[in-house]
């Protein structure tokens, strides 16, 4: 049982190109979350999914793009990057309901240059 | 939105000491989550309280719901607990935690 999988682990980009980020989970989970893990912050809530195709803007969603075709995978986009786009960006999943545990993925460290 | 605040901010303790990490959050929550992040590593929760008190191992987690705090406690430290530890409260709905900015502990042997 793998859980969630993001990839790429790493990564680096320059300032204008796109790209995207894979999450995957295998537990079957309705909810999908994407977020960012910056220094001296707490993380942040940029798009989330409570269940395939459909998808939500969350706390921080400018510049990035999502979508859930499957309810196994959410997909998370960045149309042109940006430096202020640098970070670790964080997968969770959790089943429906507010009282479950939430599941996150190993991180993915995207640099901006 | 709900405000979540951590303290300490930094601990570093000597191993075998009894470490408490608090958390207090502005608004009323369906469940409060404590989560461990390793350095370089993935997130991965230790504990969800809607009330009381939840046991794992060495590590105890309270949460007072009228006070709005909550406490993790670590009995007999060990080097392996240096970490990160983050609180994470919510609100009921499907749109995710808001987490607190997390809690540096350091023990050293």
């Known amino acids: 049982n793998a859980g969630v999988t993001q990839t790429p682990k790493f990564r680096v980009l320059k300032t204008g190109q796109s790209m995207t980020l894979l999450c995957a989970q295998d537990m079957n989970h309705e909810y999908m979350y994407w977020y960012r893990q910056d220094p001296g912050m707490g993380l942040r809530l940029i798009h989330y999914?409570?269940?395939?195709?459909?998808?939500a803007k969350g706390e921080v969603p400018d510049g990035y793009n999502v979508s859930r075709l499957k309810k196994q995978n959410f997909l998370l986009g960045l149309e042109s990057a940006a430096p202020s786009q640098t970070s670790v960006y964080f997968c969770a999943s959790r089943t429906f309901g507010p009282g479950n545990t939430i599941y996150f993925g190993e991180g993915s460290w995207l640099t901006v240059v | 939105k709900n405000e979540v605040e951590q303290s300490p901010q930094n601990l570093t303790a000597q191993e075998g000491e009894f470490i408490t990490i608090n958390c207090s959050y502005s608004?009323?929550?369906?469940?409060l989550h404590w989560l461990q992040q390793h350095p370089g590593g993935g997130i991965v929760s230790l504990f969800m309280l809607s009330s009381g008190k939840k046991k794992h191992g060495r590590l105890i987690a309270t949460i007072n719901i009228q006070e709005k705090h909550s406490s993790l406690h670590i009995t007999a430290s060990h080097p392996r607990d240096s970490a990160v530890y983050i609180c994470a409260v919510s609100g009921g709905g499907a749109d995710g935690l808001t987490f607190g900015k997390g809690t540096h502990l350091i023990i050293q042997p």
């Open positions: 999914s409570v269940g395939e195709g459909t998808t």
């Open positions: 608004v009323g929550i369906s469940a």
